[in-house]
């Protein structure tokens, strides 16, 4: 995974349901929460479901960044 070979933790949370993201990524001490989307699929579906938009909703923590290509998760995680 593109994620591991720059040097993060990468934790699956995708089991867990309920609208919680699909992974937890440490990279240099920082903790991020993502929720991945399959650009492939029509734009219609790439939406956050009613579970996703509650919980991300309450989550009092740092921001979750709504990721398409992996591009999009080395720069959520990276802050480039």
Do not use: F
Request: aromatic letters at 4%; proline letters at 5%; hydrophobic letters at 40%.
């Amino acid at each position: 995974m593109a994620l591991r070979e720059i040097g993060c933790s990468v934790q699956s949370l995708a089991s867990v349901g309920s609208g919680c993201p699909d992974l937890l990524v440490a990279w240099k001490g920082e903790m991020t929460l993502l929720e991945v989307k399959n650009p492939k699929v029509p734009k219609s579906d790439q939406q956050l479901t009613p579970l996703e938009k509650t919980w991300h909703g309450a989550w009092k923590g740092r921001r979750i960044d709504v990721v398409y290509t992996i591009d999009d998760a080395i720069a959520a995680v990276t802050g480039s």
